[in-house]
C-alpha cells in the first residue's frame, strides 16, 4: 500500500469514527484530532490543532475534572486509563458527562504522544442518576428503619443497664458472705456472669445508638485503605494485600473517614472471629463510575441460609458475639452514601462488597 492510500485509509477511520480521538504530542500541543472530537468538545479543527490543550482547557474552571484527568494520564504515563467526568460544552453552555480513555504513542523507550479517545455518555450518565435515586429513595427507608431501631436501642438500654448494676452490685456483696454454701456460690457467681453478658450486649447496643452523623469529606481510597491494614495489623498482627492500580487508588469519595474505617473494621472483626487468617483488599471501577472496595477473607465462609440475615441487628453465629457489628457497618455505609453486599461463595470464604460514587478530590 503506497503512502498516499495509507492517509487516505487513515483520514476515513478518523472521520467516520462516533468516538472522540485526540493525540497530544510531548510538547503538548495537539497534533490530531476528528470531527466527531471537535462536536464533544465544542471546539473547532483549528481552535484543537493551533492550541496547546494546556491553553485551551485550563482557562475554563467548570471543566476541572476533565483537566486533572489530562494531567493525571500525562504525568503519571497511564496506558488504558478510564474515567468519566463532568464537561461543559463552551458553544453550547451544555452539561455532559464524558468518558475518557488513554494510551501512548512511543518509539522505543521514548513518549511520542499521548493518545486520547472521548465519548460522549451523558445519556447513559443521566439513566445511571436515576437508578442511583431510586436506590437513595431505598436507602432512604433503610435509614428511617436503623434510626428507629436506633432510637428503640437507646431506650432499651438505658432502661436495662441500670437493673444490672443494681443486680451485679448486691450479688457481689452477697458473694462477700462468709456464710454461703458453695453449691450458693456457684449460682451467685453464674448471675455475675451472666450480667456480664447483659452488660456487654447493652454497651454495644449503646454504642450503635449514640453514633453520629457523618462528619463528610473527601477521602482518598488509597489512603483509607492505608488506615485500614494499619488498623488490622495492630489489632491482630494480619496486614491485608491490596489489588489495585495508582489510579484507582488515587480516586476519592465523599464520606466521613474516621466513620467508613470503623465500617471496614466491623468487618474485618467478622472475618477473624470466624476463623480468617489472610484478608484481601481489591479496589476496582466499574463501567458506570463507582468505585468497589471489596474486602475477601479466607475463612470458612457464610452459609447460604445465613446469608440474608447477616446484617440483622443481633444476628449472630457465635457463642459470644452481640451481632450488632455488620448492622453498623451498613447503617455507616448507608449513612455515607454507599452501598454494601455481601457473597460467599462455597468453600472459597467471604467477600464484603462497598460501593462508592467516585467524588472530585478538591473542594
Known amino acids: 500500500m503506497d503512502e498516499s492510500l495509507k492517509q487516505a485509509v487513515t483520514r476515513n477511520i478518523l472521520e467516520s469514527m462516533a468516538l472522540g480521538l485526540m493525540v497530544v504530542g510531548h510538547d503538548g500541543e495537539v497534533v490530531v484530532v476528528n470531527p466527531a472530537l471537535t462536536s464533544i468538545l465544542g471546539y473547532t479543527m483549528e481552535e484543537l490543532t493551533t492550541s496547546s490543550w494546556g491553553g485551551l482547557f485550563f482557562s475554563r474552571d467548570e471543566n476541572r475534572e476533565f483537566n486533572d484527568a489530562l494531567m493525571e494520564v500525562i ?30 504513542l512511543r518509539e522505543g523507550e521514548e513518549l511520542t504522544g499521548v493518545v486520547l479517545l472521548v465519548e ?27 434510626d428507629g431501631l436506633k432510637k428503640l436501642a437507646l431506650s432499651v438500654a438505658h432502661q436495662v443497664r441500670n437493673p444490672i448494676m443494681s443486680i451485679a452490685g ?11 454454701s458453695e453449691n450458693a456460690r456457684e449460682k451467685l457467681e453464674i448471675i455475675i456472669e451472666e450480667s ?17 452523623p457523618p462528619v463528610k469529606g473527601r477521602v482518598e481510597v488509597g489512603g483509607m485503605i492505608d488506615d485500614i491494614r494499619r488498623a488490622t495489623q495492630e489489632r491482630y498482627d494480619l496486614s491485608p494485600g491490596v489489588d489495585s492500580n495508582a489510579a484507582l ?5 465523599a464520606g466521613d473517614r474516621t466513620q467508613l474505617i470503623r465500617a471496614a473494621m466491623h468487618i474485618v472483626d ?3 472471629e470466624a476463623g480468617a487468617d489472610g484478608l484481601k483488599i481489591h479496589v476496582s471501577e466499574t463501567a458506570d463510575g463507582d468505585i468497589f472496595i471489596n474486602i475477601t477473607d479466607n475463612g470458612p465462609g457464610i452459609g447460604h441460609d445465613e446469608l440474608p440475615y ?15 457489628g455488620l448492622t453498623e457497618a451498613r447503617h455507616i455505609i ?28 478538591h473542594l
Open 196 to 212: 456480664g453478658k447483659l452488660e456487654k450486649t447493652v454497651k454495644t447496643v449503646a454504642d450503635y445508638a449514640s453514633l453520629a
Open 170 to 180: 448486691f450479688t457481689q456483696r452477697l458473694l462477700k458472705s462468709e456464710q454461703l
Open 249 to 253: 487508588l488515587a480516586l476519592c469519595i
Open 270 to 272: 467478622n472475618a477473624v
Open 75 to 104: 504525568s503519571l504515563e497511564l496506558v488504558n486509563f478510564h474515567r468519566r467526568v463532568p464537561y461543559t460544552n463552551p458553544r453550547t453552555n451544555s452539561q455532559m458527562m464524558l468518558s475518557l480513555v488513554s494510551s501512548f
Open 310 to 324: 447477616i446484617f440483622d441487628p443481633f444476628y449472630t453465629t457465635k457463642p459470644h458475639a452481640v451481632g450488632m
Open 334 to 361: 448507608l449513612d455515607n452514601q454507599g452501598d454494601i453486599i455481601a457473597e460467599s461463595p462455597p468453600g472459597q470464604g467471604a467477600t464484603f462488597h462497598l460501593n462508592f460514587p467516585v467524588a472530585p478530590c
Open 120 to 146: 460522549d455518555v451523558t445519556e447513559a450518565h443521566q439513566r445511571l442518576q436515576r437508578e442511583r435515586r431510586l436506590l437513595w429513595e431505598r436507602n432512604i427507608l433503610q435509614r428511617e428503619r436503623a
